[in-house]
């Protein structure tokens, strides 16, 4: 077949029957180094012979040694280890001469393979040698957004977090600006730096950069680093700027100056959520004790009120509802 697909349905059919399973084929059986020797009289226990999953994943790459196939040979042997833990010596083996292999045919070279073996030399304990596999591959090819995002989580597992800050920040600059990852590595960077304590006035610019970015770009997914959509970017940053004291400049970047809470269509559930926390800890935090505070900010908090309530009007009243009542009451009172 030239399928991988195909492929693997023959596999799975083949690891489906179990133990009872012997490779057979015109009088002759495998045997644990994979060669074919003479059929016995009687028949043997079937872990004597090499295990006929292995031997069909292995004919999947001499018939079609492409990219995709390794992969999904080496996942599915994976996946096969975990199961029949009794074979696992022998499947390790043959996965490490797959990444072998793959390794010394140009034609197969491709950011999925090197993101598989990264990921099981992780797994097995080897982050050092998954950080270098990322590395080797980043010098000689043109730079991956998945295999930098890989490699600079690896690097915080390795304890390396100013090490994954760079590898991030080398990302970036060579990421097209319309590339629909340049988004996703700029978040996964701001979460990075807020993890690493990064200072106030270097996060700021970068946030910037997030606001004026976010109108078309708007991506929620699971975050290596904390920050998985410009909600929670909004709500962090707000976060870090009470802390120095700049909650109100913070605000006023998000809700003023950015056109991003213009409007909720085309959020995410998650952005949803997560805007609500921000205009909540926004009016908590900036809403004043004195009479005389409240004069000089009263303007400002009608202005966070009133975005609050366009945000939610469409798409969930009764938040709008809430944020109705309580800038009536605020204003009111």
């Known amino acids: 077949s030239d399928k991988p697909e195909a492929w693997i349905a023959r596999v799975s059919y083949v690891a489906g029957k179990g133990d009872a399973v012997e490779e057979e084929a015109g009088g002759f059986v495998v045997d644990a180094d994979g060669d074919e020797v003479d059929h016995p009289s009687k ?129 970036l600059k060579l990421t097209p600006v319309h590339d629909a990852d340049y988004m996703k590595v700029l978040l996964e960077l701001f979460g990075a730096m807020v993890g690493n304590e990064t200072e106030y006035v270097k996060l700021k610019p970068v946030f910037e950069q997030i606001l004026l970015l976010a109108p078309n770009k708007n991506p929620t997914f699971e975050a290596r680093f904390g920050i998985g959509c410009v909600a929670q970017a909004c709500l962090q940053f707000l976060e870090e700027s009470r802390e120095q004291g700049e909650a109100r400049k913070a605000v006023d970047m998000t809700v003023e100056q950015s056109t991003y809470c213009e409007s909720a269509e085309g959020k995410s559930e998650v952005e949803l959520q997560v805007m609500a926390s921000f205009f909540d800890e926004a009016l908590t935090t900036l809403t004043p004790s004195s009479k005389k505070e409240k ?39």
Request: negative net charge; hydrophobic residues 40%; contains cysteine.
């Open 43 to 171: 028949k043997r226990r079937t872990d004597q012979y090499l295990d006929p999953v292995l031997k069909i994943l292995g004919e999947s790459i001499e018939a079609l040694p492409t990219a995709e196939m390794y992969s999904m040979a080496i996942q599915f042997a994976r996946e096969y280890t975990e199961e029949h833990t009794e074979s696992k010596e022998k499947t390790i083996e043959f996965i490490d001469n797959l990444f072998e292999k793959a390794s010394n045919d140009d034609k197969v070279v491709a950011s999925e393979l090197v993101l598989e073996q990264s990921d099981y030399l992780a797994c097995e304990g080897k982050v050092e040698a998954a950080i270098q596999c990322l590395k080797d591959f980043s010098m000689l090819q043109a730079t991956d957004a998945s295999v930098s995002l890989q490699l600079a989580q690896l690097l915080k597992i390795n304890n390396e977090m100013q090490e994954a800050i760079n590898e991030l920040e080398r990302c």
């Open 295 to 333: 004069a000089n900010q009263k303007l400002f908090l009608r202005r966070v009120y009133d975005k609050a309530i366009r945000f939610f009007d469409d798409c969930a009243p009764e938040l709008a509802d809430r944020y109705r009542s309580k800038r009536d009451e605020f204003m009111y009172s």
